[in-house]
């Protein structure tokens, strides 16, 4: 039995999640409520009636809202075209109307859409926190292991130049590796191994790369090693 709690301010979200114990946040619902999903938590907090939705540029950036659903960025004209790219990697139109940019980063996989291009974007994220509103670099949030502060939205420059690259066995398969590139910015995640960015471009030796359903260790590696040549 799971119970719903619906706060009206990010404020409220917040405090709900610091008080009740084992509780997430529901977005879109995609890996929350999917057969076999990774998170069992009794408490869902839904934001998805809070103001923190939609795209918008500002001063020399694309703001986009952490309850943006990525087929809302796919269809965007100011997100950069490598962001929209991550975006249209989630393959049917049913998950890409309901999974949100927001849970898609929270969720930390080593197999996610949006990861490696946010973090090749030098994003930043506006979080929400017990302490107030906060800016952070996307990389810093990400290198936390668990956050419970309140992911708002994602601030990349406007115009911002990179290419994705994603292999699956299929489109609707989980990807072996996805990398992007942004002046200068790699970022690899690979499938059951790990996520590493930083500016080499074999920064994926960093991981320990390790066989899995979607291929072996040394197919893994070879993919890493081509995917942003050129
Ligand atoms: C068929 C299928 C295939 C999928 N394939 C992939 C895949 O290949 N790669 C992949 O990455 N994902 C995949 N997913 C998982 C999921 O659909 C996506 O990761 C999606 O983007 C999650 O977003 P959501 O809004 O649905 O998150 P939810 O399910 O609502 O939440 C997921 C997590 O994110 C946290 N969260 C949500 N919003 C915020 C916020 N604003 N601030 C802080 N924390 C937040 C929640 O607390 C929760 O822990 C798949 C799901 C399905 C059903």
């Known amino acids: 039995m799971r119970s719903i709690f619906h706060p ?10 610091h008080e009740i114990d084992d509780s997430v946040y529901f977005a879109g619902g995609t890996e929350i ?15 998805s009636g809070l103001p923190i ?18 087929e809302e960025i796919c269809t965007s004209g100011i997100v950069p075209g490598f962001i929209k790219d991550a975006a249209a990697a989630a393959a049917s139109l049913q998950l ?42 996307a990389a810093e949030y990400f290198g936390k292991k668990e956050c419970r502060a309140l992911l708002l939205s994602f601030i990349i420059e406007e115009g911002r130049n990179g290419r994705y690259r994603r292999v699956a066995r299929s489109s609707h398969s989980h990807a072996a590796v996805t990398a992007a590139v942004s002046n ?22 960093e991981i ?6 979607t291929g072996s260790a040394d197919y893994k590696r070879y993919l890493s090693s081509v995917l942003l040549e050129g």
């Open 208 to 213: 320990e790369i390790k066989d899995d359903l």
């Open 53 to 70: 939705s939609g795209i918008r540029e500002d001063d020399g950036y694309v703001v986009i809202g952490a309850m943006t659903t990525l």
């Open 8 to 17: 009206s301010t990010a404020q409220e979200a917040v405090r709900l999640r």
């Open 184 to 205: 200068g910015t790699y970022s690899y995640a690979i499938s059951g191994s790990g996520i590493a960015f930083g500016d080499q471009h074999d920064v994926w030796k």
């Open 96 to 137: 890409r109307n309901a999974a949100t940019i927001g849970g898609n980063f929270a969720l930390r996989r080593d197999d996610s859409f949006m990861i490696p291009a946010l973090l090749a974007a030098e994003a930043d994220v506006m979080l929400m926190c017990s302490e107030g509103l906060k800016r952070k670099s």
């Open 33 to 47: 409520m999917r057969l076999g999903s990774s998170i069992s938590s009794p408490a869902l907090i839904d934001i």
